[in-house]
């Protein structure tokens, strides 16, 4: 199991298409404060499948839209496809084909506020990428994921939601 | 159910408690259930004893042990169920240097099976990476991203 | 009284625009009261806008800018009433080089009429100080002092 | 104004007596993680006033107290000194003579959960010293001492309390 390549255009500060290919190993991101690092880790999050604006550090789902400088317009969408790989076979009836070995999940939002997702760039249902993530350890509310400041809050957290985390894994 | 849920609690439990001895470099812990009897909904509680300190409630640990023993819990949770990528953003930044370096030696062995992502603004950190990128808002307000991969220098160079 | 606080509010108000370009090398912030017709009682509000980037409400900025600007209103406070020292607790974890510079920088101007007392893992800013001492627990559970005099250093040195 | 040493014996982790002499500038306090430098902002923040447990990270006040290790004992107090110097004269009727471009104001907490305060070595009351402390920007929760994670919680805080900042200090 492994991601292979981030795709993000008009998602938050990434205005521009960029792409982001990922190595075996650990790969680090560095930058100067506000430049956009967890703004990448944001796009992971949401490509997911994560529903909450509040976990993407934003009021309203729409403010994941690039929303313009004062030398650029804010864009009509965001979108971002995860390229990855998974070890074994799934089944996702009514869901397009792809090959586990090599496929992508993606998901669009525009400013209507329709969403869609894609599997392989074909469009499919939210539910079809929640089948194909199953039991990846990968999803909305990661432990896989730690947020700026989600180490602090783990400490903080009320003893009902430490049990949460390790539901979500059991 | 409970027994998936007792499962899974136990294995935590056990992986918690060998990777808070790895990033102290000693010390205990543990992962216990408020209320015994009730494994069905039962909170859970957090016990930290670093190297040669007291047993004692997580939050009157210090800034940093609170973050290492946090980092602990939640690397065992992944252990458990590993998933193809692990995101790390800034958990570095309360920690002294010894601390940043049993880390990073963790995150390297763990990196054999697992892709990571570490955003970071720690020098020692960055040194451990096998591929580095740097995020820029040349123009402000939008992102690029600039790479240096330092496999590929090093087979450049060699 | 409503006096009082509107002065102090006019001023600290004042303080905060000129922190915040000083720690930010530009853009601008405003503290807001949420009800103009209550000055009474009305909450505040914290808008900033770093350099280039668009007006928003502090909740939107990253970690490090929230960081930056929640500094520059509690320097903005203590300028309009200075105590004879101010402790600052890691406020230098989630900078980055830059805005680590910019914040030594205006430290050691308010330190020619204020004591800092700076906690820090940060080396740019241990550079900055006058005195280090270093905290030890060699003994595990009990700290001890050993102090650095940079200036008794130098004037022993010449 | 300016402060020139701080003593402690029995505060949290500093079990012995330890001097910290105040230079004019910046001091920066260093060391590994757990080592006892928040320990010494708790002191100054304690000897200037302090009355609430949770600000000091501990669930009641007697957690200041030393509390042992394997090989040392629990003390049976905590004891801070601070010597300091203000620039105005300052009359205190009631309390104990003092110089006030050189004198110390101290705190001593005993197991049985008496306190007791101390004017240049003299028993005082605790508002004696909040009366010499007006106007000097020291005291309980002051803006001038930034607790670990303190720069978080302002802006994480609702509009009623950063208000009650701006009020301290008017
Ligand atoms: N919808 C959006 N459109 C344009 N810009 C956005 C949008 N959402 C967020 N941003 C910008 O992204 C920037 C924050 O980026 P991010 O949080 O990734 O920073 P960072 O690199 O993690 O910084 P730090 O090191 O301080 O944590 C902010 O300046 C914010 O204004
Ligand atoms: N009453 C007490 N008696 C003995 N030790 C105590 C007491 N209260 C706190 N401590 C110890 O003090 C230590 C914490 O010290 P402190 O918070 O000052 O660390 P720190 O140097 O600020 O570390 P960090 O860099 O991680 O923030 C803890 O190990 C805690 O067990
Ligand atoms: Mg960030
Ligand atoms: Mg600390």
């Known amino acids: 199991n492994r991601i292979k390549k981030l795709e993000l255009v008009g998602f938050k500060s990434f205005c521009d298409r960029t792409h ?25 999050s949401w490509v997911v499948g994560e529903q909450s604006a509040k976990s993407l550090r934003t009021d309203k789902m729409e403010g994941v839209i690039f929303n313009g400088t004062q030398k650029r317009k804010p864009t009509g969408f965001a979108e971002v496809i995860l390229t990855l790989s998974l070890d074994h076979e799934i089944e996702i009836p009514g869901a397009p084909e792809f090959n586990p070995a090599n496929f992508s999940i993606g998901r669009r939002l525009y400013r209507s506020g329709e969403s869609e997702y894609y599997l392989d760039g074909q469009r499919c249902r939210l539910k079809d990428i929640q089948a194909l993530l199953e039991g990846t350890g990968l999803g909305p509310n990661s432990y896989a994921i730690l947020e700026q400041g989600r180490i602090g809050q783990i400490l903080s957290s009320k003893p009902a939601e430490r049990r949460s985390l390790i539901e979500e894994a059991a | 159910s409970i027994e998936q849920f007792e499962e899974a609690f136990q294995a935590i439990r056990r992986n918690f408690q060998e990777v808070f001895q790895i990033l102290f470099g000693g010390g205990q812990c543990d992962l216990r259930l408020l209320d015994e009897d009730d494994v069905l ?36 949770i992944f252990r458990y169920r590993p998933s193809p990528v692990c995101v790390l953003d800034e958990v570095d930044a309360p920690l002294d240097d010894a601390n940043v370096n049993r880390f ?23 040194e451990t990476a096998q591929t580095m990128y740097g995020v820029t808002m040349e123009e402000p307000g939008v992102s690029k991203i600039i790479g240096v991969d330092f496999r590929q220098q090093q087979a450049l160079a060699s």
Chains 1, 4 share one sequence.
């Not at chain 2, 990196?111 to 992502?117: G, L």
Request: aromatic share 2%; with cysteine.
């Open chain 1, 20 to 44: 982001i290919p990922f190595n075996e190993g650990v790969t680090v991101i560095v930058g100067p404060n506000g430049c956009g690092k967890s703004n990448i880790s944001d796009a992971i």
């Open chain 2, 41 to 76: 909904d039962s909170g859970i509680d957090i016990i930290a004893q670093p190297p040669g300190k007291r047993l004692q409630n997580v939050l009157l640990l210090s800034g940093g042990e609170k973050a290492l023993t946090a980092l602990a819990l939640l690397i065992a």
């Open chain 2, 104 to 126: 990073t030696r963790l995150v390297t062995e763990l990196s054999q099976n697992t892709q990571f992502i570490i955003i970071t603004h720690n020098k020692n950190t960055m």
